[in-house]
């Protein structure tokens, strides 16, 4: 069963960090392109960050540019979203998908997905 989840969430101050992993199970990530989505309560869900399999070329949301780093470790299966100088707009259930592709876009593409998990970014 290909299964995706998301650790790492959780509550933290205005201008901290966090690291959020996605394992994955079931398969290897190796060919997969990864993005990683959020949304927030009342809104859409948005395109945070994605990598590409083919030559792990990465891309950010205007928002999260500087502030956050997405990367993979294909020995580990799993993908981590550094996160970095956060800011309250940054509160929402981050998810981890994965799309069998060289390529990674900002989109609504993906066929696996995560149960997401939650940032809260608070004083």
């Known amino acids: 069963q290909l299964q995706l989840v998301e650790s790492g969430g959780g509550l933290v101050q205005p201008g901290g960090s966090l690291r959020l992993s996605c394992a994955a199970s079931?398969?290897?990530?190796?060919?997969?392109?990864i993005g990683w989505f959020r949304q927030a309560p009342g809104k859409e869900r948005e395109g945070v960050s994605c990598?590409?399999?083919?030559?792990?070329?990465?891309y950010y949301a205007d928002s999260v540019k500087g502030r956050f780093t997405i990367s993979r470790d294909n020995a580990k299966n799993t993908v981590y979203l550094q996160m970095n100088s956060l800011k309250p707009e940054d509160t929402a259930v981050y998810y981890c998908?994965?799309?069998?592709?060289?390529?990674?876009?900002?989109?609504?593409?993906?066929?696996?997905w995560g149960q997401g998990i939650q940032v809260t970014v608070s004083s």
């Open positions: 079931g398969f290897t990530l190796d060919y997969y392109a």
């Open positions: 990598i590409s399999s083919s030559d792990g070329s990465t």
């Open positions: 998908a994965a799309e069998w592709s060289p390529v990674c876009v900002l989109a609504d593409v993906y066929g696996y």
